[in-house]
């Protein structure tokens, strides 16, 4: 199979850099939109929308974090045929893939709406917040399909080792994100609803564009209509794959959602600070993501080909770029958290409550870092399941019973604040013994 993105061949700094380079790229206009998002909702409608906007994005991701790692588990599976060059397979995979995600789509839409109310009300979301919050996330799930196929159709190109086309897309999506929120709320004085309208409609577009390019590539990875459908083995291999990354996903949100139940409990501004601070952390997610994927796919390729120290080499690579990344963005977070956050919202006690999270947690991002970065490791290996162990553990278990057991000890925000280095130092420690006690040579999918 003639393929010029493949990670098998070539130098592996540059391949690595420039998958990463490419995802860093788009991550950085999504999150653009997403902060662009949160300011707009912030300064014309007020932090009372801001904090809706923020309860609702923890939640938001507990949902669809499931869906986001079935997508990652499948362009594992495709990137180990990408590597054999098993042209056959290589399409098997993409449409059972395809069919998962249609399916997935239509699920998360019913989930989406009809439980917003009850799950955001067990979030001790306040009574003037609710309203708003339940809105947004109605409105945001009623557009699950372009959210979902996306992910799904970036996922195939992505596993073959295309990075650049879901940059464009994902530009393209980001102005006409930024371009709606403009004109819906700042023009014409709409509420949060309008910013899940204009998040839904740049997804469906962004969808639109990546199956255009999967429909009419020249590649064995092409995307066929008649083809579409479930092989029972094929999709059995993908959510074995997927369904441990999607947990993964998921366990970490739901503590998270524990933790913002926590965080509802001292007020608007709490939530809309520390929402705001969330937006500003998301920048750091960037490089944690952008070498995340980079690895899996490079590791996917090169263990599905047999090269072992090739794959070794780009581990090493990838870990050292995603920890100094993470150093650097963590030293400028902590010095710029002030005025940072006074673009979202000017309140003094909406910045202090952001500050407070900035100086605990940002001088620990190379812990966070190390986690994600060797959690895609274990993913390329085709071993999800050790990943999702670690995380539903250090970040899911030890969170909500630290919360449940110290919250009505302390009383003190600064509780949310801690929980996050500590488990992300009992993660990092998890994931080192992990990788040193396996044998690559003795890895398949």
Not at 13 to 18: A, N, V
Not at 36 to 64: E, H, M, T, W
Not at 147 to 171: C, E, Q, W
Not at 210 to 220: I, K, S
Request: aromatic share 12%; proline share 2%; charged share 10%.
């Amino acid at each position: 199979m003639e393929n010029k993105d493949l990670m098998t061949e070539g130098s592996i700094r540059r391949k690595i850099i420039l998958f990463a380079l490419n995802v860093f790229l788009g991550n950085l206009f999504q999150q653009l939109y997403n902060t662009v998002d949160s300011i707009i909702v912030g300064n014309f409608i007020g932090s009372n929308a801001l904090a809706a906007v923020s309860s609702a994005g923890n939640l938001v991701f507990l949902v669809i974090g499931l869906f986001i790692g079935i997508s990652i588990g499948a362009g594992v599976v495709i990137s180990n045929f990408v590597g054999a060059r098993d042209s056959e397979l290589v399409s098997l995979s993409v449409h059972s893939t395809v069919a998962l995600g249609l399916t997935c789509s239509v699920i998360l839409t019913i989930v989406g709406v009809v439980f917003a109310p009850p799950v955001l009300r067990l979030m001790n979301t306040p009574d003037n917040v609710l309203p708003e919050s339940i809105t947004y996330f109605r409105i945001y799930f009623a557009g699950s399909f372009g959210f979902v196929m996306y992910n799904t159709f970036v996922g195939i190109l992505r596993a073959t080792g295309d990075s650049k086309h879901p940059l464009y897309y994902l530009i393209i999506s980001s102005v006409i994100n930024i371009i709606l929120d403009l004109v819906l709320i700042a023009g014409f004085g709409m509420g949060v609803g309008a910013a899940a309208f204009a998040t839904a409609i740049s997804q469906v577009i962004s969808a639109l564009f990546a199956f255009y390019r999967l429909t009419h590539v020249d590649a064995d990875y092409k995307i066929e209509i008649k083809k579409i459908r479930f092989d029972r083995i094929m999709t059995k291999k993908i959510i074995s794959y997927g369904l441990p990354s999607g947990l993964q996903n998921s366990v970490m949100s739901l503590s998270n959602v524990v933790i913002q139940s926590y965080i509802n409990t001292f007020g608007e501004y709490a939530m809309a600070g520390i929402g705001a601070y969330s937006k500003i952390e998301g920048f750091v997610f960037i490089p944690i993501t952008s070498f995340a994927m980079a690895i899996t796919t490079f590791v996917g390729q090169n263990i599905g080909a047999g090269e072992i120290e090739r794959t070794k080499k780009g581990i090493r690579f990838g870990l050292t770029s995603t920890i100094l990344s993470c150093v650097i963005i963590g030293v400028a977070i902590a010095i710029f958290s002030e005025p940072l956050l006074a673009l979202f919202d000017r309140h003094p006690q909406v910045i202090e409550f952001g500050m407070g999270r900035a100086h605990v947690v940002s001088m620990f991002f190379f812990l966070c870092g190390f986690s994600h970065f060797m959690a895609a490791v274990l993913r390329g290996f085709g071993k999800p399941m050790s990943a999702l162990i670690v995380f539903l553990v250090c970040w899911c278990v030890i969170r909500i019973i630290a919360i449940m057991i110290f919250a009505n000890v302390f009383q003190t925000i600064y509780l949310t604040h801690w929980i996050y280095p500590i488990t992300w130092t009992l993660s990092s420690i998890s994931f080192a013994i992990i990788y040193k006690r396996t044998d690559m040579s003795k890895l398949h999918i």
